[in-house]
């Protein structure tokens, strides 16, 4: 059964840091470039970090230089440790394949507040 289950989230105080993490299941996980992606209420799901089969990240401009993603392809999880956080970063975080994403899981809120 494929499955993407992220944990991780919470309440955090402007300046804060959390780190979430994505556990897959039922999927090859290793070849694909997989991403952390967010919806805060009333926008669009956006892209905000991925990371190649290789290594290599990207980041969404927004959260470039507080963000950092990884993965671990024996435990088929992927990271997202997040630093200096702000209010604008609430939202509902989840992971997925970047091309052609398989079923999104249940995703994992993030709120930002003093």
């Known amino acids: 059964q494929v499955q993407l289950v992220e944990s991780g989230g919470g309440l955090v105080q402007p300046g804060g840091s959390l780190r979430l993490s994505c556990a897959a299941s039922g999927v090859i996980f290793n070849i694909y470039t997989m991403g952390w992606y967010r919806q805060a209420p009333g926008k669009q799901r956006e892209l905000v970090a991925s990371i190649t089969s290789g290594d290599r990240p990207n980041y969404a401009d927004s959260v470039k230089g507080r963000f950092a993603i990884s993965r671990d392809n024996a435990k088929k999880t992927v990271y997202l440790q997040m630093n200096s956080l702000k209010p604008e970063d609430t939202a509902v975080y989840y992971c997925?394949?970047?091309?052609?994403?398989?079923?999104w899981g249940q995703g994992t809120q993030v709120t930002v507040s003093s």
């Open positions: 997925n394949k970047v091309l052609q994403p398989i079923a």
